[in-house]
T-cell receptor, first 109, second 113 residues
Framework: NAGVTQTPKFQVLKTGQSMTLQCAQD?????MYWYRQDPGMGLRLIYY???????DKGEVPNGYNVSRLNKREFSLRLESAAPSQTSVYFC????????FGPGTRLTVT | QKEVEQNSGPLSVPEGAIASLNCTYS??????FFWYRQYSGKSPELIMS????GDKEDGRFTAQLNKASQYVSLLIRDSQPSDSATYLC?????????????FGAGTRLAVHP
């Protein structure tokens, strides 16, 4: 039972490049979330998916898109990366309790 | 008013003391409350959940919930240097037709030998 997994763990992008962060959970949870966390800051919700086939914007959705591919997988895409998107990205899923993946540390130069 | 508020700290306590972390929330309808611990550079780790008024104990941790006053707290007994971390309070809120977990900004705890 792996819980919530994320790939990649680390990524360096140049400004304007695109990439997709992958997330999968094996707990059969309906709800999944993407957060970003900047140094010394709290978690900020980017997008969430309450169930397969639905997605909604969180606090800071600009510059991101998401896909809820199936019940297990929820991906986050940066179409044109900017230095302001340098952050640590966490995926999470919620059943009775919310569990987090290990995070992706993204640097945009 | 933020939906979930915590004192950012740092809260500094000596080893062996009781650390008391507090959190207030704005949505009276909230029913589920959680405490997460986050070490620097790591993902948040769930340490306590509480759903009913009163105390819930798990080892050295006690969560306390008072829905009338809209606060939830976490007590850490016999604090150890390994407890030094940021503690996040989270509350399940209902908005946009769905349940979402709403986080406070976190309280940094430093336990010194």
């Amino acid at each position: 039972n792996a819980g919530v997994t994320q790939t990649p763990k680390f990524q360096v992008l140049k400004t304007g490049q695109s990439m997709t962060l992958q997330c999968a959970q094996d707990m059969n949870h309906n709800s999944m979330y993407w957060y970003r966390q900047d140094p010394g800051m709290g978690l900020r919700l980017i997008y969430y998916s309450a169930s397969e086939g639905t997605t909604d914007k969180g606090e800071v959705p600009n510059g991101y898109n998401v896909s809820r591919l199936n019940k297990r997988e929820f991906s986050l895409r940066l179409e044109s990366a900017a230095p302001s998107q340098t952050s640590v990205y966490f995926c999470a899923s919620l059943g009775y309790e919310q569990y987090f993946g290990p995070g992706t540390r993204l640097t945009v130069t | 008013q933020k939906e979930v508020e915590q004192n950012s700290g740092p809260l500094s306590v000596p080893e062996g003391a009781i650390a008391s972390l507090n959190c207030t929330y704005s949505d009276r309808g909230s029913q589920s409350f959680f405490w997460y611990r986050q070490y620097s550079g790591k993902s948040p780790e769930l340490i306590m959940s509480i759903y009913s008024n009163g105390d819930k104990e798990d080892g050295r941790f006690t969560a306390q919930l008072n829905k009338a006053s809209q606060y939830v707290s976490l007590l850490i007994r016999d604090s150890q240097p390994s407890d030094s971390a940021t503690y996040l309070c989270a509350v399940v809120g209902f908005s946009g037709g769905y349940n979402k977990l709403i986080f406070g900004a976190g309280t940094r705890l430093a336990v010194h030998p």
